[in-house]
DNA sequence: GGGAGGTTTCACAAAATCTTCATAGAAGAT
DNA sequence: ATCTTCTATGAAGATTTTGTGAAACCTCCC
């Protein structure tokens, strides 16, 4: 909860408001919003520790070059420009004004989802997308660690390294030799029934999640919920 | 195999280029090497498919800069530069040259390959269709699963990849010989008579869709909506 | 050196699948 | 028509693959 980043977004229309909130809720940001430029300034500076601002360029009253700019007298906060058209960039000026990137609209889940992974890694903020959710099944891939329904549950490194390898590749069909040279070292030339091993294991202790692991006869396993 | 994603590594140092051969590789990509800018543009050239680059700034004859710039003039194939010192990223250029990303030596493999799939992730290119629809049925190889007319149909092993086997080859004749040649191990030398219980299986899970499998009388099967 | 925990191997049980076989049924040939 | 050849099918047996617990093996730490 309280170390969830912060994302302020500041768009006049409340459609366009929602589309970001939801996208970027599910994606485990907590979302702060402004429908213009003066209350933009206002959250911005009555909230600590703002991540991330995604501005709107056209807005009334005060458009997002100017609330940019303002911003930028005191602080290095990313900021993300939303443009209508590729013309409407004006990459020169969102230089001066300190723009860190641009999506324009409309844009796909994926690049909006992707820009602010890149734009929080390059800002060395801690790497948005450390937290994986599947189901029940929470990881956290910096802490290392797992919950189940936010029960947490204890997992030794193969184990942890396995079910992330299943949840990064869920849907996909794994055979034990690709599973073999992904998480495991690659100069293991062991047992592929190591694997067996490990999945009786995690399916045990992620409980009745464990069922999302499923057995492909001939062939390997795969994680689906 | 055919389907693994191509990278092209582009340093002088043979070191580095084995280095992240070696990481790359391990991640199931196909890895091709070029030693120096002009070498680059070549391989990029005469290799279709390219899914990413990877890019060393420094380097003799032409920099890391010149060939982005050289390979934008055409395609806009993702780009990750690899940098010695942050300083050198010089973010502005690379934005101007269209840059996806950036690596400063030195990096660690985690880094290196987050990067990567963060950035085959946002440009899309992560398994390409691996899905097959011929009529009602509907197959999808990575998944290793298939529906008809929606409805999941379980398939065990052999059936999965005759049926594979059929729809890759819709509308030929293929004799049983064949048939066990393509989708039994080479090294199986029993009854060619076990083909008809798979096909007969098949028929039976796939329902009305299984009337697509033809017998060929005296000669073996074909699959033709 | 002695745990403690994690990883790997092994052996056997359990499950699923594959193959064979016998028989019935169809198609083609004479 | 009748015979021959080939295919469909259900059931049983053989085989392969997976699940699982226990034991052996590491490795790190005290």
Redesign the interface.
């Known amino acids: 909860m309280d170390n969830m980043l912060k994302i302020l977004v500041v768009d006049d229309e409340s459609r366009m408001r929602k589309l970001l909130r939801d996208f970027l809720v599910k994606k485990d940001f907590e979302v702060l919003e402004a429908c213009d430029g003066e209350q933009a300034l206002e959250v911005f500076y009555e909230n600590k520790e703002i991540a991330l601002i995604i501005l709107d360029v056209m807005m009334p009253k005060m458009d997002g070059w100017e609330v940019c700019k303002e911003i930028r007298k005191n602080s290095k906060v990313p900021i993300i420009m939303l443009t209508a058209k590729s013309g409407e960039q004006n990459?020169l000026l969102g230089?001066e004004l300190g723009v860190d990137e641009y999506i324009s609209k409309p844009f796909s889940p994926?690049?909006l989802t992707?820009?602010v992974?890149?734009i929080l890694?390059?800002t060395n903020q801690v790497?948005a997308s450390s937290i994986v959710k599947e189901g029940s099944i929470e990881i956290d891939k910096s802490a290392h660690t797992c919950t189940v329904n936010g029960e947490n549950v204890d997992l030794s490194f193969k184990e942890f390294e396995l079910l992330l390898y299943f949840i990064d590749n869920k849907?996909?069909?794994l055979s034990r030799e690709?599973i073999l040279?992904?998480v495991w070292n690659?100069d293991y030339f062991g047992d592929a029934r190591t694997i067996d091993t490990h999945v009786k294991k995690l399916r045990k202790k992620l409980g009745p999640a464990g069922e999302a692991i499923k057995t492909?006869?001939?062939?390997g396993y795969?994680f689906?919920i």
């Open positions: 990459e230089f994926k690049i992707a820009r992974d890149a890694r390059r790497d849907g996909i069909a690709k040279n992904n690659y492909i006869w001939g062939m795969k689906e």
